[in-house]
T-cell receptor, first 116, second 120 residues
Framework: AQTVTQSQPEMSVQEAETVTLSCTYD???????LFWYKQPPSRQMILVIR??????QNATENRFSVNFQKAAKSFSLKISDSQLGDAAMYFC?????????????FGKGTKLTVNP | DTGVSQNPRHKITKRGQNVTFRCDPI?????LYWYRQTLGQGPEFLTY????????KSRLLSDRFSAERPKGSFSTLEIQRTEQGDSAMYLC??????????????????FGPGTRLTVL
């Protein structure tokens, strides 16, 4: 079974600084996707960034980028120039087209606090 | 289309009562997922539909839980004889499955705001 582990329950960063959230996963499948979702307090979950396992290039979306280390099964999220609006729970997630359902498997999340 | 909607947003019930939640997916999406999120945890998969067919159910989905998606549009999740352990956020997500081209939005699941259930 696939598992996703986020070892940092909480992180904090100063506004305008950079923070990195860690995620490791375990799978035996060769074709899969990795995601970072953001869940602000009392608001719905939104996709921040995604990475296809077959792509060697790390995904970037504006201030958000990932460090995808396939051999190490590591998938960290870097947030540059942190803003107050980045404060939220961040979930690392995995899915695979090989499973049929493409259901998402989530980590336990990291609560990010942004200090002004 | 304004995205995935869920109703009610909050539900408080007494142990032993039945509750039903509704999810309206993005209109063109053929797949609909239900997840459960307990405090301090990430969402866990419960079940999913492709059109009106329920194709997989998690072992978390006990026989007190039932889900439907009539006509492949909205979905309902019913919990019978609720227990305090059912208290959680129930999330719905939808996606368009089956596109041949892996576009930038391939298999992205769009989430609703969730229904928070409290069982007293």
């Amino acid at each position: 079974a696939q598992t996703v582990t986020q070892s940092q329950p909480e992180m904090s960063v100063q506004e305008a600084e950079t923070v990195t959230l860690s995620c490791t996963y375990d799978t035996s499948e060769s074709d899969y996707y990795l995601f970072w979702y953001k869940q602000p307090p009392s608001r719905q979950m939104i996709l921040v960034i995604r990475q296809e396992a077959y792509k060697q290039q790390n995904a970037t979306e504006n201030r958000f980028s990932v460090n995808f280390q396939k051999a190490a099964k590591s998938f960290s999220l870097k947030i540059s120039d942190s803003q107050l609006g980045d404060a939220a729970m961040y979930f690392c997630a995995y899915n695979s087209p090989q499973g049929g359902s493409e259901k998402l498997v989530f980590g336990k999340g990291t609560k990010l606090t942004v200090n002004p | 289309d304004t995205g995935v909607s869920q109703n009610p947003r909050h539900k408080i019930t007494k142990r032993g009562q039945n509750v039903t939640f509704r999810c309206d997916p993005i209109s063109e999406h053929n797949r609909l997922y239900w997840y459960r999120q307990t405090l301090g945890q990430g969402p866990e998969f419960l079940t999913y539909f492709q059109n009106e067919a329920q194709l997989e159910k998690s072992r978390l989905l006990s026989d007190r839980f039932s889900a439907e998606r009539p006509k492949g549009s909205f979905s309902t999740l019913e919990i019978q004889r609720t227990e305090q352990g059912d208290s959680a956020m129930y999330l719905c997500a939808s996606t368009q499955f089956g596109t041949l081209i892996r576009s930038s939005s391939y298999n992205e699941q769009f989430f609703g705001p969730g229904t928070r259930l409290t069982v007293l």
